[in-house]
């Protein structure tokens, strides 16, 4: 059973508190895997974005915002 909110939480911490390319790195595959189960959710894509513009992934940071 996946939980989204949870999985944006998790993520948030791992990309904010963490950061180191790693768990930034994992945090977008847990975003990505959320975005699966709830397309909708605001945060998840707004976390998303974030991280790709961290990452320099330029057109990706575009639209996911």
């Keep these: 059973m996946d939980f989204p909110e949870l999985m944006i939480m998790l ?3 791992l990309f904010q508190e963490s950061g180191t390319e790693e768990d930034t790195l ?3 595959q847990l975003l990505e895997r959320c975005i699966v189960i709830e397309p909708q959710s605001a945060d998840a894509h ?3 974005g ?3 513009h961290k990452l320099q992934e330029w057109a990706p940071a575009a ?3």
Excluded: D, E, M, N
């Design 46 to 48: 707004l976390l998303k």
């Design 26 to 28: 994992r945090s977008k």
């Design 50 to 52: 974030k991280i790709h």
């Design 11 to 13: 993520a948030g911490v």
């Design 63 to 65: 639209t996911s915002l």
